[in-house]
């Protein structure tokens, strides 16, 4: 069992038949996990569909009622990149509600994972770049609406610049808006973010992982949020279809392991969405996703100073009840 909640929809498919995104890793990254043993069926939540209230929130009510209604124009469409059905609609609308229970999640334990989720290239009246809507900034928006949280922070490491997030929370002093990616790569043009790191082509893990650390301090040194969205792509790895970095399957879990470290390290919760990912080999893909929930597992427990020794943390294990214990406290005095 892990010692955070895994929110999972069987109908998170996005159902897009033959497309280089392959929306089938999220059942795919959920099964691996209960195969694996990593997880058990009682770490899953299941969300419901975010309601279209909570999408007007970052949407505009024209772009809601033409995805509600299919009335996208052929251009609308060929910028989405992906095809339009009612499935794919409600897919989106879950995986933004399960944004909006991470983020819940992550505020009562510490973490929580959405096996979806990070749809970042989303504007607030169009998508495109395979993101209908933005699910990240839906649930900043809910949980800001419910008080349950002033400001956040995105951390986003997808290989692809998040231009939807930095466009809808420009104004905004609430969101600090952090961006690794690479460079010469979509989207054009990259709206700025509060900390843009453009990267140049097949940077391997060491001098990523400087870059990355080095600006986790700077952000965390200028800004201290109530809750962290991370956006962590599968792309950045080296075998990726659409990415240009040359991260190793090891230098990512490490990319991952750096953000979680920081946020604990000051007691910042951690709601994870898992965005792009289009390896040659799908089983990369999911490996890499599966891998972020492990480096999150690993931080949670390291967090008592005692070796990650195996996979026992059952709920009622000491070890579980006292890091949900500290969690609390430390809630309660970071708020
Ligand atoms: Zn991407």
């Given at each position: 069992m892990l010692p955070f909640k895994l929110v999972y929809h069987?109908?998170?498919?996005?159902?897009?038949?033959?497309?280089?995104?392959?929306?089938?890793k999220y059942r795919l990254v959920k099964e691996a996990l209960l195969a694996r043993r990593?997880?058990?069926?009682?770490?899953l939540m299941a969300p419901e569909r975010a309601a279209d209230e909570d999408v007007l929130l970052v949407h505009t009510l024209e772009y809601v009622r033409k995805l509600k209604t299919g009335t996208l124009s052929p251009s609308e469409l060929m910028r989405l990149e992906i095809p339009y059905s009612p499935e794919t609609v409600e897919a989106f609308w879950l995986a933004a509600g399960g944004s909006i229970l991470a983020g819940r999640k992550a505020l009562e334990e510490g973490l929580a994972a959405?096996?979806?989720?990070?749809?970042?290239?989303?504007?607030p009246d169009h998508g495109e770049g395979f993101c209908m809507i933005h699910d990240v900034a839906i649930a900043i928006r809910r949980l800001q609406a419910d008080r349950a949280i002033r400001t956040a922070m995105v951390v986003d490491t997808d290989v692809h610049h998040g231009n939807g997030t930095a466009a809808i929370f420009r104004?905004?002093?609430s969101v600090f808006t952090f961006s690794i990616h690479?460079?010469?790569?979509?989207?054009?043009p990259k709206p700025p973010s509060n900390i843009d790191l453009n990267l140049p082509d097949g940077i391997g893990d060491e001098d990523y992982l400087a870059i990355l650390e080095n600006h986790l301090v700077k952000a965390f040194a200028q800004f201290h949020p109530d809750l962290l969205f991370y956006v962590?792509?599968?792309?950045?790895?080296?075998?990726?279809?659409?990415g240009g970095l040359a991260l190793t399957l090891e230098g990512l879990e490490r990319r991952d392991g750096i953000v979680f470290e920081h946020a604990r390290h000051r007691f910042v919760p951690v709601a994870i969405t898992l965005a792009g990912g289009y390896a040659r080999h799908v089983e990369d893909t999911v490996r890499v996703h599966v891998n972020t929930i492990l480096a999150a597992r690993d931080i949670a427990l390291e967090i008592h100073g005692?070796?990650?020794?195996?996979?026992?943390?059952?709920?009622?294990c000491p070890l579980v009840r006292s890091f949900r214990a500290r969690l609390d406290s430390a809630g309660s005095g970071s708020s």
């Open positions: 069987d109908r998170y498919d996005l159902n897009l038949g033959a497309h280089v995104f392959p929306s089938q990593h997880a058990e069926p009682l770490d959405n096996l979806s989720g990070g749809f970042h290239h989303a504007f104004n905004d002093d690479q460079e010469n790569n979509y989207p054009l962590g792509g599968a792309d950045p790895y080296r075998e990726d279809q659409l005692v070796e990650v020794f195996c996979d026992c943390a059952r709920s009622l």
